[in-house]
């Protein structure tokens, strides 16, 4: 019976990991290849985590990276302009951060990875509901 229920249990989560598709975007960095992924599609007001995947240019994935993700909304009628910047920390083969959007909007993301003396950014905007 309690098996029963376990399996159920993980066909049910499984589906819904399945169905709640995380944000992603995949792009050069300079040398690097990243993948960004943000867990709420589309990102939402408040707090988001932001995961960076780093390659070097054969492929190997990057494990001693600094990588900053920098977030900022462009003035708009009555607000001026806002910018945040936040470190993300190494865990095992990713790097992880929480990204708090503060209003709703435009937002621009810019994560900057530094690594074996070389850097890149890799730029993308979003719209946060
Ligand atoms: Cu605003």
Do not use: C, H, R
Not at 60 to 77: F, L
Not at 86 to 96: I, L
């Amino acid at each position: 019976m309690k098996k029963a229920l376990t399996a159920v249990l993980v066909v049910l989560l499984s589906a819904g990991v399945a169905l709640a598709k995380d944000y992603e975007v995949k792009k050069k960095a300079g040398e690097f290849d990243a993948v960004v992924t943000i867990d709420k599609n589309p990102p939402v007001t408040g707090d988001n985590n932001v995961t960076v995947q780093v390659k070097d240019a054969s492929g190997k994935v990057v494990k001693d990276a600094k990588v900053v993700v920098d977030y900022s909304m462009p003035a708009m009628p009555g607000m001026a302009p806002m910018n945040y910047k936040t470190d993300a920390v190494a865990k095992g083969d990713v790097y992880k951060a929480v990204m708090n959007l503060s209003m709703a909007g435009p937002w621009n993301i810019v994560v900057k990875i530094t690594a074996g003396g070389k850097s890149g950014n890799l730029k993308f905007a979003i719209d946060a509901k």
